[in-house]
């Protein structure tokens, strides 16, 4: 919190569909207090919430991401503390959020759990190969990614059921190592795969640009199983550069395979 800038707090939410960071405040949680002491005001406390997108490499929890975002924290309105509470539950599953429901009767006890919306001003991203600072309105004007959701349950998929084939591509890429694999992003563009080299060298990430973008899930999944059933045969790439594109979605609308006369 503004107010004691070099303390830190752990606490459990998730991020709405705007965007915006869901907390779910304990009702002993010294954020609790300090809305509690703001309530009469029209500003919340202003708060610091970093973020951070695991993805698993073999039994290790490998940071992918890392958002911080700065803004004002303030309760979820009554009539959107559904939405919240569900968006939360998805995350962490417990039923102590029904305490955070709106209820018939009264309002809830000041003793009862709170959701918490932080409405951001600034938000500093980091990952990998790129960082950089987004103004609140900009990053809540951002339109979110239609294949997100769908691209990581293929990626999921694929790391789950296929890292033997995937290994393979991988391996058949000129210049990158042999070693264990997994998918570390899906987007429309192109996949990037981890490889962890079977010489005990650093781990290194490969990136192989479809041929077109992928506009829609089908085609997103119909392209990362060409690279698996062997399009990085046709790949050219260098640890830590650029394959040469794979075969991919090549422009077409649809999701049918065309036949070539």
Known sequence: MADYPGTRFSVRGAVDHAGRVLLWVAADHPLREALREGRQGDTG????????????????????????????????????RRDAALAV???????????????PGPSPAEAAPLLVRVAPSTVVYHTYDAMGVVEGPAYLAARADPLARPAEDILAR?????????????????????????????????????????????????????????????????????????????AGAAPAEAAAPAEGPAGRRGCTRRRRG
């Not at 695991?54 to 009539?79: E, H, I, K, S």
């Not at 490889?195 to 999944?221: H, K, M």
Request: aromatic share 8%; glycine share 8%; net charge negative.
């Open 45 to 80: 406390p202003v708060v610091g919430v970093e973020l951070s997108a695991l993805r698993r490499v073999g039994r290790t929890p490998t940071v992918r991401a890392r958002l911080w975002c700065q803004g004002r924290a303030g309760a979820v309105p009554l009539r959107e």
């Open 89 to 103: 539950w998805e995350r962490d599953p417990d039923e102590e959020l029904l305490a955070a429901l709106p209820a």
């Open 158 to 234: 694929v790391n789950d059921r296929y890292r033997d084939e995937l290994a393979a591509a991988a391996a058949a890429l000129p210049g990158a190592p042999r070693g264990a694999a997994w998918l570390w992003e899906l987007d429309a563009h192109g996949a990037t795969v981890w490889v962890n080299p079977f010489s005990g060298a650093d781990p290194v990430l490969v990136r192989v640009p479809w041929s077109a973008p992928a506009g829609a899930p089908c085609q997103l999944e119909r392209a990362v199983f060409d690279f698996l059933a062997g399009g990085a045969e046709r």
